[in-house]
């Protein structure tokens, strides 16, 4: 970045799947491609999703065909060019009265005809005893049986991490901790920004062609930088989730909630051997990097699991819990934040500042190809329909937490021969180990045990209470790998142990 100033066809604000995505379409296309983010990859939005690849069966609902059926498309490029982190996955709609059977089968076939040629298992009734056998912690009291169909699921700042190394594979540059403050003009026009290193305080000028603002939450308040009078198109809606034991769903499937007390679809699903249940959608009006389930969200959680499954959740059963911020788009200031499109925008300033809104991650390819076509690049066509990203393989690799990995396997095998102790458990209750740490700081440009035990690893949702009890061992292989002090471990260890204390059940 500091050698190359005033050289970047694109400038992409924005760490997170929708910067991500158009960065990695612009390399592909050959553009020199500059990506800067103030925090980590994938800290806000973009790591806190119901960790699914799907066309969205809720927007049937609505009507809303197109965005269903780009979906369902862009599902199946991602489980072809990213099979280590995107897999099919079993759903079963249980029905409990006569008339949701064929209710659901409707929709359920529907679903099966958007998808066309790109479905992955044609929907199917179940009966009451094969629902139990998929589910069998199901409630059993008026069960009648169930449909099973196919989605995606993934893992989410994996993905985002993925992306960062295929930027960088593709010639470009991808750099976290790096918060534009102000932007660089010529006769009106934004030619760059003043990015400044968050880590050093440094500040650099960076030229470039195009300026990407890929914010999410944080969209309006980059275009206010460019113009102070610009109208807001952003709304935040909050989406929480619960981190329970796997004992709690121990079978090969997930399970859809149909509808829940505010009409939304809620799932339970089995992630990293774990039972994660989500979500919500709650208008909110400030905008944060670290934001916090409400209480109210975690009764609501633990109220419509506990009414589907045979052991009911409590709050004490809870291992982590979440939330994220979608940035949606405005329509008629909709108070409903759930009947807002999660399609995305593209608006292009007087300036020629190109902000890209709404959206989500299973259609994070095609908003990047939109954006890029929208800065005027529309002359080399689009390759990422067909890119493996960084670390394919051909078979994805086996359900574990090493799938993510892919093809960097070897070599992080080989990594943990350097030192016997790198192989050894972080902690009982997690799946990771210490040589994993070291393999973040190396090769996934991992700066804060946060980074590492939140994103590299996804220890922080899938365990609060380890995740703090690990941090000092992180910190410490952490400070050996890149050169710091005492004074930086404590203050590092005193940092996440105060984060993790917040995914644990919110106090009344």
Same mark, same amino acid.
């Given at each position: 970045?500091?050698?190359?100033?005033?050289?970047?066809?694109?400038?992409?604000?924005?760490?997170g799947?929708?910067?991500?995505?158009? %960065?990695?379409?612009?390399?592909?296309?050959?553009?020199?491609?500059?990506?800067?983010?103030?925090?980590?990859f994938?800290?806000?939005?973009?790591?806190?999703?119901?960790?699914?690849i799907?066309?969205?069966?809720? &927007?049937?609902?609505?009507?809303?065909?197109?965005?269903?059926?780009?979906?369902?498309?862009?599902?199946? $490029?991602?489980?072809?060019?990213?099979?280590?982190? +995107?897999?099919?996955?079993?759903?079963?709609?249980?029905? &409990?009265?006569?008339?949701?059977?064929?209710?659901?089968? %409707?929709?359920l076939?529907?679903?099966?005809?958007?998808?066309?040629?790109?479905?992955?298992n044609?929907?199917?009734?179940?009966?009451?005893?094969?629902?139990?056998?998929?589910l069998?912690?199901?409630?059993?009291?008026?069960?009648?049986?169930?449909?099973? &169909?196919?989605?995606?699921?993934?893992?989410?700042?994996?993905?985002?991490?993925?992306?960062?190394?295929?930027?960088?594979d $593709?010639?470009?540059?991808? +750099?976290?901790?790096?918060?534009?403050?102000?932007?660089?003009?010529?006769?009106?026009?934004?030619?760059?920004?003043?990015?400044?290193?968050?880590?050093?305080?440094q500040?650099?000028?960076?030229?470039?062609? =195009?300026?990407?603002?890929?914010?999410?939450?944080?969209?309006? %308040?980059?275009?206010?930088?460019?113009?102070?009078?610009?109208?807001?198109v952003i709304?935040?809606?909050?989406?929480?989730?619960?981190?329970?034991?796997?004992?709690? $769903?121990?079978?090969?499937?997930?399970?859809?909630?149909?509808? =829940?007390?505010?009409?939304?679809l809620?799932?339970?699903?089995?992630?990293?051997?774990?039972?994660?249940v989500g979500?919500?959608?709650?208008?909110?009006?400030? =905008?944060?990097?670290?934001?916090?389930?409400?209480?109210?969200?975690?009764?609501?959680?633990?109220?419509?699991?506990?009414?589907? $499954?045979?052991?009911?959740?409590?709050?004490?059963?809870?291992?982590?819990?979440?939330?994220?911020?979608?940035?949606?788009?405005?329509?008629?200031?909709?108070?409903?934040?759930?009947?807002?499109?999660?399609?995305?925008?593209?608006? +292009?300033?007087?300036?020629?500042?190109?902000?890209?809104? *709404?959206?989500?991650?299973?259609? &994070?390819?095609?908003?990047?190809?939109?954006t890029?076509?929208?800065?005027?690049?529309?002359?080399?066509?689009?390759?990422?329909?067909?890119?493996?990203?960084? *670390?394919?393989?051909?078979? *994805?690799?086996?359900?574990? /937490?090493?799938?993510?990995?892919?093809?960097?396997?070897?070599?992080?095998?080989?990594?943990?021969?350097?030192?016997?102790?790198?192989?050894?458990?972080?902690?009982?209750?997690?799946?990771?180990?210490?040589?994993?740490?070291?393999? *973040?700081?190396? /090769?996934?440009?991992?700066?804060?045990?946060?980074?590492?035990?939140?994103?590299?690893?996804?220890?922080?949702?899938?365990?609060?209470?380890?995740?703090?009890?690990?941090?000092?061992?992180?910190?410490?292989?952490?400070?050996?790998?890149?050169?710091?002090?005492?004074?930086?471990?404590?203050?590092? +260890?005193?940092?996440?142990?105060?984060?993790?204390?917040?995914?644990?059940?919110?106090?009344?």
């Amino acid at each position: 970045m500091r050698e190359s100033p005033g050289d970047w066809d694109f400038l992409v604000i924005g760490g997170g799947a929708t910067g991500l995505g158009a %960065a990695v379409d612009a390399a592909a296309r050959g553009y020199r491609t500059l990506l800067v983010e103030q925090s980590d990859f994938a800290k806000a939005t973009s790591s806190r999703s119901t960790k699914l690849i799907h066309g969205g069966l809720r &927007y049937l609902r609505r009507w809303d065909f197109h965005l269903v059926r780009e979906s369902l498309r862009e599902r199946e $490029l991602l489980l072809r060019n990213a099979p280590h982190l +995107v897999r099919p996955l079993s759903f079963i709609v249980p029905h &409990y009265a006569w008339w949701e059977r064929p209710y659901y089968g %409707a929709g359920l076939k529907l679903y099966d005809l958007l998808a066309g040629q790109f479905r992955l298992n044609g929907s199917k009734r179940n009966s009451r005893e094969e629902v139990l056998e998929h589910l069998p912690t199901l409630q059993p009291n008026g069960l009648r049986g169930g449909i099973r &169909y196919f989605d995606g699921q993934f893992d989410d700042a994996r993905l985002a991490i993925c992306l960062a190394q295929t930027l960088e594979d $593709l010639g470009g540059v991808p +750099v976290n901790y790096a918060r534009v403050e102000s932007f660089l003009k010529d006769s009106g026009r934004v030619c760059g920004a003043v990015v400044r290193d968050v880590e050093t305080g440094q500040s650099h000028e960076i030229r470039a062609r =195009t300026v990407v603002n890929a914010t999410g939450v944080f969209t309006d %308040a980059v275009r206010r930088m460019d113009c102070p009078q610009t109208r807001n198109v952003i709304t935040a809606s909050q989406g929480a989730h619960i981190v329970l034991d796997k004992s709690f $769903l121990p079978g090969d499937s997930a399970l859809l909630i149909p509808r =829940t007390d505010d009409g939304r679809l809620l799932f339970a699903i089995p992630w990293h051997d774990r039972t994660l249940v989500g979500t919500t959608d709650t208008p909110v009006l400030e =905008t944060s990097l670290e934001p916090r389930p409400f209480h109210a969200e975690i009764e609501f959680l633990l109220k419509h699991a506990g009414r589907y $499954l045979s052991r009911k959740p409590l709050e004490r059963d809870i291992l982590s819990a979440f939330a994220g911020l979608r940035p949606l788009v405005k329509a008629n200031e909709a108070r409903n934040t759930a009947r807002l499109s999660r399609d995305h925008i593209l608006l +292009v300033s007087p300036s020629g500042l190109v902000s890209v809104a *709404g959206g989500k991650w299973t259609t &994070y390819r095609k908003m990047g190809e939109d954006t890029v076509n929208a800065a005027g690049f529309s002359g080399r066509p689009s390759r990422t329909r067909n890119l493996h990203l960084h *670390g394919w393989t051909e078979e *994805g690799g086996a359900n574990t /937490h090493w799938r993510v990995y892919g093809a960097d396997g070897p070599r992080l095998r080989v990594l943990l021969q350097e030192n016997a102790e790198w192989s050894k458990p972080l902690h009982p209750r997690l799946p990771y180990c210490a040589g994993e740490v070291v393999w *973040g700081v190396r /090769h996934e440009m991992a700066r804060t045990v946060e980074d590492v035990l939140s994103r590299r690893t996804r220890a922080l949702m899938l365990d609060g209470r380890a995740s703090a009890e690990v941090a000092p061992m992180v910190a410490a292989l952490m400070a050996g790998e890149l050169g710091r002090d005492e004074k930086w471990m404590k203050e590092q +260890v005193s940092a996440f142990q105060t984060l993790a204390d917040a995914y644990l059940p919110p106090k009344v």
